[in-house]
């Protein structure tokens, strides 16, 4: 390397550092300057403050490690955030799991015929954002002749289902054995219960959406902003690990309608299914349909090569 | 006793230099305060609107934020290229510039938090990351490893480079057994740093695209390509506007390493490139939509074989006699290392990964003018840190600034 004549500067005197006092105006008006632009910076903070969070919500500790006192607290100071924040009466409460019952979920390929009330059934009774809408299911148009789903249409709008030469792909939570999505997350906000139920505690979640980057299924959404929902469609009967309305900032998921289907009610897309496409039910129970469709029916299980082992499973009727 | 009273003595006398220097640094300072405000402004904008103001959607749900986060730990990770030759192998002119090397790695540490810091949806939920107070899902979650390993990090440099700063300032030799088993363990750790980041993409099974092998070996190449590029480039500035000695067989060894990992890095890319496109499975998309375009969106494009353009003319730069010869023409190499770096990285790696999604939707992203806008400003403010650092640690490292009772070095 040739040593290429370099500029000597003249700015720093080369014995010892001195302190004149025309660094210390200079240092003055940088000061002043730095002050003024963070003057700035604090308008938008000062109408965050209100309504963002309360000092109970900021100190609230994880679902697990809360007694029974705390969470009725809880539960209470939230549904009176909902009627302050969306003008509904509500009730939210801590459903826990039935002992003995591992739920799991067959879905009739051969049935479905891509409606999409399934859809809209879980938008209403999951208390999701409207605007702009957020699904936990997605129903994917796919070829005859191919199951892979890079070539299907995510967004069909159609005036009339089922296409020809097309069938109906409706992905969800698949509440997997062994979910990526949990085992990332870095403060154990979400698990799976002994249901089989993979859930969020909501006022856990901090928002990095790691889990959102490991689910294979894409069954997580973020809340970007303020979940908006109009006071008379909310749905009033609200579990906290449920589908109470989230806090912005945190990712949300489907729960088999955790609400519901602890209480021995089947899930609100199940219900709203026009063809009967879904069946709903309990692994341990030898006797149950979806048993039955596992020992008789050509179970397809997606991205089974992933090693998630799902209790969500795709079914053909021949 | 005397020393703690040395010690306050030490930082009141710092904090004073800190606003002591030419118009220059005024300029520098103030330019860099105000772009850095305006980048809090936009973050204030977020929190109150929250991460919809961003580019980010469910699809691809980590952006310009992680992107720079990532780029940034492999800067923070090469001081280590510095430090093995300093302190191992006793190299004099590496010796003279080691800490600059910290103090950057420091710098880059506290940017790379910001950035996940302002990737939160909710913030003011990060103290459930506290082990104990919190819940921490370790060894569980590689964020979690994530999280020791980087404020482990910071916290090593920090030791070192104010240890070794404040006994030069008081003209005393420094104690080996107070820095230098922190120095091996620093070599180690800064390793660990950048592969725990690449192990952060490698372990999601869902994403083909980065469920490889190579990210970690990767993410060194690059690191060690675009950290020691930095310096070279500080190192020049350095020699500018200061009287300080920095040699040139300093920057001709800085030279070395960036020629080396830059090859090196090149080849890694080659190796993914083919494992991609000679096997042609249905796993290749996400590298299809980067380099080619996927179903008609090619956003990406431009920009990976911009990074890929950049990094060649790098290389030819820096491995052809004439030409590597020139300082003027190996500030051009860095710059473009530096640049082609951080587009892989980004554009390059973060991004594709979300692009198709496993359920094949393509949902492309660009950062929104407020993303971006709090990008500038955290990089503003690691600027500032740096210059401010340097600023401070510069004197103490030529003897200009020491203790008052402190004798002149001979």
Redesign the interface.
Known sequence: ????P????K???????E?PRR??L??G???M??IA??A??????A??TKG??SVDA?LQQ?YK?LTSDDLDQILRRLEAEIARDYGARVHVNDVRPMDGVEYGYALNLSRCNGSRRCVEACVKENNQTRDPQMQYI?V?EMSNGSL?????D?YYDVPEVPREGKYYLP?QCHQCKNP?CT???????TWTEPDGITVIDYN???????C???????A???????PEIPAEEINPDMAYLGNRIR?????EKCTFCIHRTRRGRYPACMEACPTGARIFGNLLDPNSEINYILKNKRVYIL?EE???IPRFYYYFDV | MRLLRSYVAFLLRATLLSFTGSWRFYAWMTVLTLIAAAGAFAYARQLEQGLAITGMTDQVSWGAYIANFTYLVGVAAAAVMLVIPAYIYRNKDMHDVVLFGELLAIAAIIMSLLFVVVDLGRPDRFWHLIPRLGVFNFPGSMLSWDVIVLNGYLALNLHICGYLLFMKYMNRKPTLAFYMPFVVVAIAWAVSIHTVTAFLYVGLVGRPFWNTAIVAPRFLGSAFTAGPGILIIAFQVIRRLTHYEISDRAIHMLRNIVTVSLLVNLFLLACEAFKEFYSASLHNSSARYLFFGLHGHDALVPWIWAAIGMELVAAVVLIVPPLARRISFLNVACVLSIVGIWIEKGMGLIVPGFVPTPLGNIVEYAPSLNEAMVCVGIWAFGLLLFSWMLHIAIPIMSGEFRHETAETRA
């Open positions: 390397m040739t040593e290429e370099r500029e000597e500067s700015e720093m005197s080369p014995k010892g550092i302190v660094n210390f200079k240092a008006f940088g000061t300057a730095a632009a963070l700035g910076v604090s308008a938008p903070l109408s965050l963002f969070t900021f994880h490690r997605k994917l892979d789903v890079e070539k299907s995510h992905v990526p085992k990332v997350c870095p403060v154990q906000a856990w979640c901090i928002g990095c959406r790691y959102m980057a490991a689910c294979p299924y894409e997580r959404r973020f809340n970007f902003s303020k806090p912005a900032g945190v990712v991205k992933a090693g998630t």
